[in-house]
């Protein structure tokens, strides 16, 4: 597994940095491929987001945000990880709900 750092400027920043590493890693067409993001919570407390893409052939990539920890783990079609993103800036719920 490999372990890098991002900076990037806003929650949609984010968006477009896990969709393009998720595509880039089962060479698919970006543009072809549409992404889920559904929050994770914990006691009632949102803790994360989890990013999924459904691509052919039942290839599910996903990647999980840990709020906490602000990082960003990435996960291949067998569901090994085979990324680690430390983000360098930490964005508020207000921004990640919109």
Same mark, same amino acid.
């Given at each position: 597994?490999? +372990? ?6 806003? /929650? @949609? ?10 595509? +880039?890693?089962?060479? =698919? /067409? ?6 889920? +993001?559904?929050?994770? /919570? ?6 994360? =987001? ?9 290839? $599910? ?10 990082? /960003? ?6 569901? @090994? $990880?085979?990324?680690?993103?430390? =983000?360098? $800036? ?9």
């Amino acid at each position: 597994m490999t +372990e890098t750092s991002q900076t990037l400027e806003s /929650v @949609e920043a984010l968006r477009a940095y896990v969709h393009r590493t998720l595509c +880039e890693k089962e060479n =698919l /067409v970006a543009e072809q491929f549409s992404m889920r +993001e559904q929050p994770l /919570v914990m006691y009632g407390t949102p803790c994360g =987001l989890q990013f999924t893409i459904k691509g052919p052939r039942s290839v $599910r990539l996903s990647a999980v945000w840990a709020s906490d920890s602000n990082v /960003v783990y990435f996960y291949d079609a067998c569901g @090994e $990880r085979f990324l680690k993103a430390r =983000l360098d $800036r930490r964005f508020d719920w207000g921004a990640v709900a919109a």
